[in-house]
């Protein structure tokens, strides 16, 4: 079975622009969550998407959003980015929602000059 | 609120020996931990995961210990490889509330393993 997958791997944007990056999860997962991963935070959930649906939202600005398509891929976006969204987005995939494993795929490192 | 936190932010040990790392948590509610392994360039990969009912499980050369008393978690490797060498993540998750698909991450330690 195919692991999650995350394009594009590595993103250089500028300043005031946006991106968006998207997931696929494990085949038969339907809960989709995603990180930021930075060295001066760690690793921060940013929000979780089952059945199309946004279950759950870190503490992240609304520049920060997301959405699930019927297939279980989903993409996150963030627009107007500023240089301290450098960062690893990772995206991680679940069966169901709650204590359930989380598989991680391999993210994407995104730049902002 | 919640966090995980770790103790040792690195840890060097020899091939053979065994290693230890160990992970506090502050949130008392929550019932299923889970360690990682990152290594450069990749997204964590899955190594063990413990419920809140259990206090040890084993896996392949990994063994996981939770002491719900003084809230604290370890992952214990044996014989430990060079290829054992990365990041290791202890990441915690309560399954109430709202609290959907949300794990918390403790700061990780670095493993380094010298042959």
């Known amino acids: 079975k195919a692991g999650v997958t995350q394009t594009p791997r590595y993103l250089i944007k500028t300043r005031g622009q946006q991106v968006t990056l998207s997931c696929s999860p494990i085949?038969?997962?339907?809960?989709v969550s995603w990180y930021q991963q930075t060295p001066g935070q760690g690793l921060q959930f940013l929000f979780e998407?089952?059945?199309?649906?946004?279950?759950n939202k870190g503490n992240f600005p609304g520049r920060f959003s997301g959405r699930q398509f019927s297939n279980s891929r989903s993409e996150m976006n963030v627009s107007t980015l500023e240089l301290g969204d450098s960062a690893l987005y990772l995206c991680?995939?679940?069966?169901?929602?709650?204590?359930?494993?989380?598989?991680f795929g391999p993210g994407t490192r995104l730049l902002v000059l | 609120g919640e966090s995980v936190g770790l103790h040792l932010p690195t840890l060097s040990v020899q091939e053979g020996d065994n290693s230890i790392i160990n992970c506090a948590y502050s949130n008392s509610a929550s019932d299923y931990f889970i360690w990682y392994k990152q290594e450069s360039g990749k997204g964590p990969q899955f190594i063990i995961d413990?419920?809140?009912?259990?206090d040890k499980r084993q896996g392949q050369r990994v063994t996981v210990l939770l002491n719900k008393t003084v809230k604290h978690l370890s992952l214990q490797i044996a014989a430990t490889q060079p290829g054992d060498s990365a990041v290791y993540f202890c990441a915690e998750s309560w399954t109430g509330g709202t609290s959907y698909g949300k794990l918390t991450f403790g700061q990780g330690t670095i493993l380094t393993v010298h042959p």
């Open positions: 998407y089952f059945s199309e649906t946004q279950r």
């Open positions: 085949s038969g997962h339907r809960s």
């Open positions: 991680a995939s679940s069966h169901r929602t709650v204590r359930e494993t989380q598989y």
């Open positions: 413990i419920r809140s009912n259990m």
